[in-house]
């Protein structure tokens, strides 16, 4: 049977003014927040908590329970931290919601904020969007303008301030702590947990950080209750998601739908691969997720299944690649990123992704040799676990997972003396000609 | 460029927006970039000066980060996505088409000063891939021939507007004041979202009939 499709997030995207106040204010806008507001704190943090709302920036950590984990009458300062440094390879959900709707994250971040008594909230936005930050800019403007942001709030007596920070170009911000630190003014690096965030993040005070799709979840949640939200998706992955379709597919884009939805009915859904092709590899969560293949066509997308088959659900970035696709190729641009975007704090992934992209750039020219095979495995076994943050984890995902379904198609590429793909294949205008 | 008085004021409400004055590093090395066009060392030293850090601190922050240019870029800064998806998808060529248009390497700017050119990291829009950024502006669905067009019509000076972003292209200038902050009264402009964006919103409301 097929999955029917859930737009909460996504519902009013085809309106023109979706993103202006008179818009959001149309469905109701902000009466999640007004409501919210008239409970108490922790029942907010126990409704979150019964809705089974997970983490929706990759890891999946239960958003509820990271809001409990904030001590309570410490007499500290606590912050809530939207991170919308939107950048993992794959990943372009947040972006267009943030276009479209930029006053359903600024509603649950007050929400958020009420819940772990924060007065002060920030969203870490990456700097490469300047339309999106005009956007959200504005929003936050006119949330202050009508008494949603600022002091007595909705005339509860609550207060909140909600600053807008732009990224400057660094994939590494994504990582929580890393982003902390940028926006405490340094160079962002991870930190050594623990501490986790919720007893020392922001100024070593106690902090949330949350994706923007999880927090603009919350809304809904508010409005509809726990078990609306729940009755969604599976046993543990509960709710709605954005899942992001890209690359070789007939019509690419976003498709919102209960967690546990499979490939195989997003691409029917879609169009199907790109027309006279068929279907070789794909992420299902970004490219530090390691790649799938037809095999896990019918996998149900929710964390546990995804887990279960090798890989992770991560950010439902769905990279759909054909039979045109070089996979060393595709492979080594990922690694490439990954060596560019290394902080350069531990030595297992500064180090270690220089020799990957050194390996991987010889085999696809040519100058490979038998050994290589080997020497990448073990490389990847040297930075897996032993990196400090998760870039260098990801890093070897597409490698160790792409050696173990195309193995031949590397050793291909040291009997044919490099690439024995045409590239120009592999294109938009190549598919647009065949079209035509 | 010396910064003005006005400068000074805009920066002294850049530091009040945060709890902690560190903290406005980021938009202050922004906002320096939007008066000068890139960081320079007066820049660093004024920022240093009103956050009461040393240059050499203020320095490596702003090396961290590329955004953050140390030298002048053109007029319009136009980045194209290497990064896997867009790559396969014509990014590579796009990139080396207009390589050898513009005969320029990575990083370089035209002699005319407007068309400065590097390949960049993915940038959240895979759904339009091949993707084109300029002056961190939205070129959606790009191929060869239409970034050669683009560039073409940044060096005659009327670059046609970008896919999802305001009705015309903003200077390089003006769009680091953006990202430090500084509303230019743009953001109604343009579209809500793209087709790709409402791809799965179409498909359930057709359902619904």
């Known amino acids: ?58 890891a999946g950590f239960p958003t509820g329970m990271k809001w409990g984990f904030i001590p309570q009458g410490d007499n500290k300062d606590h912050y809530l931290v939207v991170n919308a440094d939107e950048s993992e390879p794959g990943t372009c959900k947040d972006m267009p919601l943030l276009l479209a709707n930029p006053h359903v994250l600024i509603e649950g971040m007050i929400i958020a904020s009420y819940a772990i008594r924060a007065k002060y909230a920030f969203v870490y936005v990456r700097g490469e969007v300047t339309h999106v930050v005009r956007r959200l800019q504005q929003a936050i403007e006119d949330a202050y303008e009508v008494g949603y942001l600022g002091k007595n709030i909705f005339k509860s007596g609550v207060e909140l301030e909600l600053v807008l920070h732009v990224g400057a170009g660094a994939y590494i911000c994504g990582e929580e702590t890393a982003l902390l630190d940028s926006l405490e003014g340094f160079r962002g690096q991870p930190r050594l947990r623990p501490p986790f965030p919720a007893i020392a993040g922001l100024y070593a005070r106690p902090t949330v950080v949350n994706n923007v799709e999880s927090i603009s979840s919350v809304p809904s949640i508010i409005k509809n209750g726990a078990e609306w939200f729940s009755s969604m998706g599976t046993e543990k992955s509960k709710g709605m998601g954005l899942f992001s379709l890209s690359g070789h597919v007939t019509n690419p884009g976003q498709i919102e739908a209960p967690l546990g939805i499979t490939l195989r009915e997003l691409l029917e859904l879609a169009g199907g691969v790109r027309a006279g092709h068929e279907l070789k590899f794909w992420t299902p969560g970004g490219s530090s997720t390691p790649i799938f293949t037809v095999a896990q066509l019918d996998t149900p997308l929710d964390f546990e299944s995804v887990s279960a088959a090798g890989s992770m659900l991560g950010t439902r970035a769905l990279q759909i690649f054909d039979e045109t696709t070089c996979v060393v190729r595709a492979v080594l641009r990922w690694s490439e990123f990954y060596k560019h975007e290394s902080c350069g704090k531990c030595t297992p992934c500064r180090e270690g992704t220089y020799w990957l992209v050194q390996i991987l750039r010889d085999l696809e020219n040519g100058k490979g040799s038998d050994a290589d095979l080997d020497k990448l495995l073990d490389l990847c076994d040297n930075i897996l676990g032993r990196a400090f943050c998760a870039l260098g984890d990801g890093a070897t995902s597409p490698i160790t997972s792409s050696i173990k379904y195309f193995r031949d198609e590397y050793i291909a590429h040291l009997t044919h003396g490099g690439c024995p793909f045409d590239p120009l294949a592999s294109t938009l205008f190549a598919s647009a000609k065949a079209g035509a | ?176 004041a953006v990202l430090a902050g500084i509303s230019d009264g743009r953001a109604n402009e343009g579209i809500q979202a793209g087709e790709p964006s409402l791809l799965g919103l179409k498909i359930s409301k057709k359902e619904a009939k």
């Open chain 2, 1 to 176: 460029m010396a910064f003005t008085d006005h400068d000074m004021e805009v920066m002294d409400s850049i530091i009040k927006r945060y709890p902690r004055n560190r903290s406005a590093i980021m938009p202050l090395l922004h906002y320096a970039q939007s008066r000068e066009g890139f960081i320079t060392n007066d820049g660093i030293e004024l920022i240093a000066k009103k956050l009461d850090l040393a240059a050499a601190e203020v320095s490596a922050v702003s090396t961290f980060y590329t955004q953050y240019k140390r030298k002048q870029v053109g007029e319009y800064h136009v980045g194209v996505c290497t990064n896997t998806l867009c790559a396969v998808m014509g990014g590579d060529a796009i990139f080396a088409g207009l390589k050898e248009h513009l005969g320029l390497e990575n990083d370089g700017v035209t002699d005319d000063g407007k068309v400065s050119l590097e390949h960049i990291e993915c940038n959240a829009a895979c759904d339009y891939a091949p993707v084109v950024m300029a002056n961190w502006e939205f070129y959606d669905n790009q191929s060869v021939q239409s970034a050669k067009d683009l560039v073409d019509a940044m060096r005659a000076g009327n670059p046609p507007a970008p896919t999802r972003g305001p009705n015309t292209l903003p200077t390089w200038k003006e769009n680091s």
């Open chain 1, 1 to 58: 049977m097929m999955t029917t499709l859930t737009p909460v997030l996504s519902a009013y995207w085809d309106e023109k003014d979706s993103f202006t106040m008179a818009g959001y204010r149309r469905h109701d806008g902000y009466k999640a927040a007004e409501k919210a507001l008239k409970m108490e704190p922790d029942a907010v943090i126990q409704l979150v908590k019964d809705s089974g709302l997970r983490g929706r920036g990759g």
